[in-house]
């Protein structure tokens, strides 16, 4: 619409409404969107991308595959170059292994979480069961308009 056609069903039709700006300008913007509109694909899929941050500078950790088998992570040195020791997945395994393990969980918690999950599920459901009723009311409202409108013509 920005140049005075649009889309509808597939096709392009040419409205009437005056353009904001000219096709060429259009087309431009867009070659110029598309070059930023890149995905970015890893060749490799490494345990612990994205979780970790650097703990001197702050910026996110990558990781790298040395030798073919073996892993490092460190700091990406996006805002400095800071002195972080690089450090092997091996070593991050059996370090968050034992955060993960040392996390225990009472009895009297978990109930009240499993209770609590099953209230917001519930709840969720009954939403769920509510917004499909109205769209299905909606729906048999437009489609009784559309028969009126049919007999009317």
Same mark, same amino acid.
């Given at each position: ?11 392009? %039709?040419?409205? &009437? ?8 300008? @259009? ?12 995905? $970015? ?7 612990? $991308?994205?979780? @970790? ?7 996110? @950790? ?7 088998? %073996? ?11 800071? +002195?972080?020791?690089? @450090? ?10 034992? &955060?993960? +393990?040392?996390?225990? &969980? ?46 009317? +013509?």
């Amino acid at each position: 619409m920005y140049y005075g056609d649009f889309r509808w069903h597939g096709k392009i %039709y040419r409205g &009437i409404h005056e353009p904001i700006i000219t096709k060429g300008l @259009f087309q431009a913007a867009q070659a110029i969107m598309k070059r930023y509109n890149v995905v $970015r694909t890893t060749k490799m899929d490494f345990a612990f $991308r994205g979780l @970790f941050t650097c703990g001197l500078c702050g910026t996110a @950790f990558t990781a790298e595959r040395k030798k073919g088998r %073996y892993v490092y992570y460190h700091c990406s040195f996006s805002k400095t170059r800071c +002195k972080n020791n690089y @450090f092997r997945e091996e070593v991050l395994d059996e370090r968050l292994g034992a &955060i993960i +393990k040392a996390i225990q &969980i009472d009895a009297d918690v978990l109930n009240v979480l499993t209770d609590g999950l099953k209230e917001s599920h519930s709840q969720e459901k009954v939403y769920h069961e509510q917004a499909i009723t109205s769209l299905h009311q909606t729906y048999q409202r437009i489609q009784d308009k559309l028969d009126r409108a049919y007999n009317d +013509k």
